[in-house]
């Protein structure tokens, strides 16, 4: 509470005071007095002021245009507006920061205030932020920092007022996209189509011979009677079009990467914006000409659905789905949670400060300089031998190191047992001689009576070093040390893991780390995490998503109807080995007569896969201008670069080859044909006369 | 309003110089300038000579780099400069209960309180209020901006108030002292070191109530969470070591099966 300001300033009076008192000297007793009442008063009042902080009120409301809104929508602009009331005692100088959701871009205004908060007087600003990609945008609340005017007593605090508002995708009016416009003057249902196959509409198809069992009202009277024959009318099929779009969300989908950019100049940061974007694309494209459209969204878990429906109900309930899980984050196990302490403890220091409070919080000096948390979970691998026959490697010596930072209790333990048995040892050999009058030889004994001691002194003498070694170079795992466990404590009080889950997080690290990557998650906190395994191998494939979406395009198709459109918006480059279930459930589909468009999200930045040979000659030259505009990277980042766009070239050809046998359409989701190929495949299901796939 | 229209920030230099300029900065110089004037005045009084210049040169180059160790500088060669002085002189009298502070005495309280205040207020103007943010070190210029006092937010009242409020401490101080000269020491010890005892127990007395009853409120005020982190950390500390030994064995335990699981 005090600064660095107010403690020199105290130390001053103190010793004026005392040279005052001890000299004696009556000016300086009285200026040494004058100054520390004063510096009390000060004290007193800010500590009688500080409720007022605390107990804060915010009213935040976010407003477009016109009026205040609940929801936002992505790539548009909007005012944040905020009133802190104080209903306590005027309070301290006051500086209040406002915390800028990631989701969203802060563009103009200010987001701190500075004042006087007083029951009369509210603090009031405003500020303008810009919607990125679809998502949630949460606002956690207002920092606020307190100091008198001298600068001698800070207090810090964070005035929690969660606020989680939806960012609803983009909603634009595409071009190509089918007139909602009746061709025929006919007034049908809303999302009924005309089918140019015999059925029970109301629109003439054809006429025929009367077959026995045809009803009567069916008969063309005046034609039989031309005819001398009887004739019967058929009529066309009315039917619904409907679409069903199965949205990946699985973990391939979040990785976060380059930046692509979008209508409105959204930058996309993963493959799933652009996959919402398309999916509510098409979304507003059928919603607009009354079409029935349902969503399916699935990851390696399950999926989510919303049944086929149509109206504006439907398309917002559409579109929250949509932003929740535009708003989905990487969620991995068996991940060092190294990776994400510094992250994770910056934040709680900022937002949550009352929780890492030593009062409430604490690590004691001592724990992380004698002891060490041991971290089972993350067994380190040292192999001696291999430093012996390599020599030491930086890797080796490191973990070296940390297993002695992490056993450091144990190594006591030893020290302690170590001085027990020595200790005993040579008292029970006397005793054996002395009383029991046992023949001890005169070599053991005096072996143990030397060796013993000279044992133990060497264990502690060692165990000794060990500590001073640990202590001159394990400054970092200390400070580690103090990071987890007070962030093992937050999420084992947050997640109700209390009174046995700091303990628990303490040992194990998947557990640590998966409710570390929960806690950002919740909290709307981008972070990346290592994209590679240890052996190389690619850990976000999420290979388990197929089965399950496989599951449900099978379960949509026994519960579909005729003219079903199944759209899969869904990344499976690189997993030929795993298809065999999604190709069986797509033969199904085709089967009964639906139609399937497959979508695949294409990385942002890399180079498009083309067919036509100048075009892809066109993109080449472009990777390359770009691999040249960039020439002062790396010669293997090039090559790396240039390796991967090949990569993802054939996984996508292969993909493409797989599919395409079956007749399934494959589209690549980064380039702008998607939204207006999927509405001419609408179009074509309600064109009259269409013939059957 | 059109982008040709928005106000283009300021560079940090330029900044800093309608800082120095503002009418806020320049009053509390002003006070600061005064105190230390009024502080030379005083120190001249008791014949001290040239030396009586020092605490003043010394707080305004202290005023004029925004030193924050200014007014312990300036307090800190005052205490050298009294001390020496009454060395020197062998004349400086023992105070007792008849000893009545002089005018100059009071004087010298009013400008080394009114410097201290004037200076302090500056820095939190010109430098920062808020002790600066460690993580924000790299970016100067802006979280120096980021932790200072607004020079807006200064007005009128807050000047009045602190040039009423030095004659104030000091009268205050001045009871304090009588006070003090009141009591009789005890247990036949010097009287200074019974006046050092008496002043240090009190100013300990009073921190230590105003800390206990300051504590009490934060306890009375805590948040659920924080109570159940305080819970879960008193159960932790004792049992630690028999929890770590279970928890160690329940891992070993799942890595065991998670094992067995992705070899078959």
């Known amino acids: 509470m005090l600064t660095s300001r107010a403690w020199w300033f105290l130390l001053t009076v103190l010793l004026i005071l005392s040279a005052g008192l001890l000299v004696p000297s009556l000016p300086l007793l009285l200026v040494g007095l004058t100054l520390l009442l004063w510096f009390g008063c000060q004290w007193l009042l800010f500590l009688l002021r500080l409720p007022a902080v605390r107990g804060l009120r915010i009213e935040r409301e976010v407003w477009d245009e016109k009026t205040a809104v609940a929801t936002l929508w992505a790539g548009q602009t909007f005012e944040v507006r905020i009133r802190l009331v104080n209903d306590w005692l005027p309070s301290s100088h006051v500086a209040a920061t406002d915390r800028v959701p990631f989701a969203v871009e802060h563009r103009d205004g200010l987001t701190t205030v500075q004042g006087t908060l007083s029951p009369r007087q509210p603090l009031e600003f405003s500020y303008r932020i810009r919607c990125g990609t679809a998502g949630l945008a949460r606002f956690e609340g207002v920092r606020i920092q307190t100091a008198d005017w001298q600068g001698f007593f800070y207090h810090a605090h964070f005035a929690h007022a969660v606020v989680v508002m939806r960012i609803l995708p983009v909603l634009t009016q595409r071009a190509g996209q089918p007139a909602s416009k009746k061709r025929q003057n006919l007034l049908m249902p809303p999302g009924i189509h005309r089918f140019h196959r015999p059925g029970s509409g109301s629109e003439l198809l054809d006429l025929r011979d009367y077959l026995p069992g045809d009803p009567p009202k069916t008969i063309a009277w005046k034609v039989s009677a031309r005819r001398d024959r009887l004739i019967t009318k058929e009529f066309e099929s009315e039917v619904p079009v409907r679409c069903t779009l199965f949205v990946d969300t699985s973990n391939s989908v979040r990785v976060p990467g380059m930046a692509g950019v979008g209508p409105r100049q959204i930058n996309y940061g993963k493959a799933l914006d652009r996959l919402v974007d398309l999916a509510a694309g098409i979304l507003q494209a059928s919603a607009n000409i009354r079409d029935l459209t349902g969503l399916c969204l699935f990851d390696e878990q399950g999926v989510t659905n919303i049944r086929p429906n149509r109206g504006g109900a439907h398309l917002t309930e559409c579109l929250r789905k949509l932003a929740e899980s535009s708003a989905l984050t990487l969620r991995l196990e068996r991940v060092n949670p190294n990776h994400l302490l510094p992250l994770a403890y910056s934040f709680v220091q900022e937002v949550y400060p009352e929780l890492l409070r030593p009062a409430v919080n604490a690590v004691p000096f001592w724990m992380t300089w004698l002891e060490g948390f041991s971290s089972y979970s993350r067994r380190l691998p040292l192999s001696l031998f291999e430093m012996l026959r390599r020599g030491k490697s930086e890797r080796s010596v490191g973990n070296l190191f940390e297993i002695l930072h992490r056993r450091k209790s144990e190594l006591r333990t030893l020290c302690w047992w170590s001085s027990f048995w020595t200790l005993l040892l040579p008292l029970v050999f006397l005793l054996a001689r002395v009383v029991f009058k046992a023949r001890v030889p005169d070599g053991l004994l005096a072996f143990v009576l030397f060796f013993c001691p000279l044992f133990s002194l060497l264990m502690w003498g060692g165990t000794s070093a060990a500590f001073a070694l640990d202590s001159l170079v394990g400054w970092r795992k200390r400070r580690r040390d103090r990071w987890r466990k007070q962030l093992a404590a937050i999420l084992s009080a947050r997640y109700g893991l209390a009174p046995g889950g700091l303990a628990a997080l303490l040992e194990d690290d998947d557990a640590f780390s998966l409710l570390l990557q929960r806690f950002l998650s919740e909290h709307q906190i981008p972070?990346?995490?290592?994209?590679?395994?240890?052996?190389?191998?690619?850990?976000?494939?999420?290979?388990?998503?197929?089965?399950?979406?496989?599951?449900?395009?099978?379960?949509?198709?026994?519960?579909?109807?005729?003219?079903?459109l199944f759209v899969l918006l869904v990344d499976l480059l690189e997993l030929d080995d795993c298809l065999e279930p999604l190709l069986r459930a797509v033969r199904v589909a085709l089967g009964r007569h639906h139609q399937v468009v497959l979508i695949c999200p294409w990385p942002p930045g890399l180079a498009l896969p083309t067919d036509n040979p100048a075009r892809r000659a066109t993109a080449t030259l472009a990777l390359h201008g770009h691999t040249a505009r960039s020439a002062s990277r790396a010669p293997q980042a090039i090559l790396w670069d240039q390796l991967t766009t090949r990569r993802f070239?054939?996984?996508?050809?292969?993909?493409?080859?797989?599919?395409?046998?079956?007749?399934?359409?494959?589209?690549?989701?980064?380039?702008?044909e998607p939204v207006p190929l999927i509405l001419s495949r609408l179009e074509r299901l309600r064109t009259p006369g269409r013939p059957r796939s | 309003m059109t982008k040709s229209q928005i106000p283009k920030p300021a560079s940090p230099a330029q900044a800093r110089q309608e800082l120095r300029s503002h009418p806020a900065v320049r009053n509390y110089t002003l006070v600061c300038l005064?105190?230390?004037?009024?502080?030379?005045?005083?120190?001249?009084?008791?014949?001290?000579?040239?030396?009586c210049l020092i605490p003043a040169l010394i707080g305004s180059v202290a005023l004029l780099l925004h030193w924050s160790l200014g007014p312990p500088m300036v307090i800190v060669s005052l205490t050298g400069l009294m001390l020496a002085s009454a060395r020197y002189r062998r004349s400086y009298p023992y105070w007792a209960r008849d000893q009545v502070p002089t005018l100059m005495d009071l004087l010298l309280c009013v400008a080394v309180l009114g410097y201290v205040m004037g200076h302090y207020r500056l820095l939190s103007l010109v430098r920062h209020i808020f002790p600066p943010d460690p993580r924000r070190m790299r970016d100067n210029a802006s979280a120096e901006s980021a932790n200072r006092r607004s020079a807006d937010q200064v007005n009128g009242r807050e000047l009045a108030l602190l040039v009423l409020a030095l004659p104030l401490w000091t009268v205050l101080s001045v009871v304090v002292w009588s006070w003090m000269m009141d009591s009789a020491p005890a247990l036949e010890m010097p009287v200074k070191v019974w006046r050092t005892l008496c002043v240090g127990w009190t100013a300990l007395t009073i921190l230590t109530a105003t800390a206990t009853v300051a504590g009490y409120l934060r306890w009375a005020t805590a948040t659920p969470e924080e109570s159940l982190l305080y819970?879960?950390?008193?159960?932790?500390?004792?049992?630690?070591?028999?929890?770590?030994?279970?928890n160690r064995w329940l891992v070993w335990a799942r890595l065991r099966a998670q094992r067995k699981k992705e070899n078959s």
């Open chain 2, 231 to 246: 819970l879960q950390d008193q159960l932790w500390r004792p049992t630690r070591r028999e929890q770590g030994s279970l």
């Open chain 1, 649 to 672: 070239h054939l996984a996508y050809q292969r993909l493409r080859r797989t599919f395409t046998r079956l007749g399934v359409v494959v589209i690549c989701a980064a380039s702008d």
């Open chain 1, 527 to 564: 972070y990346s995490l290592p994209l590679y395994g240890p052996e190389g191998r690619y850990l976000f494939a999420a290979s388990e998503k197929v089965p399950v979406l496989a599951d449900a395009l099978v379960r949509a198709v026994g519960k579909g109807r005729d003219n079903e």
């Open chain 2, 34 to 51: 005064g105190a230390l004037f009024l502080l030379v005045v005083c120190l001249a009084d008791r014949g001290l000579g040239w030396w």
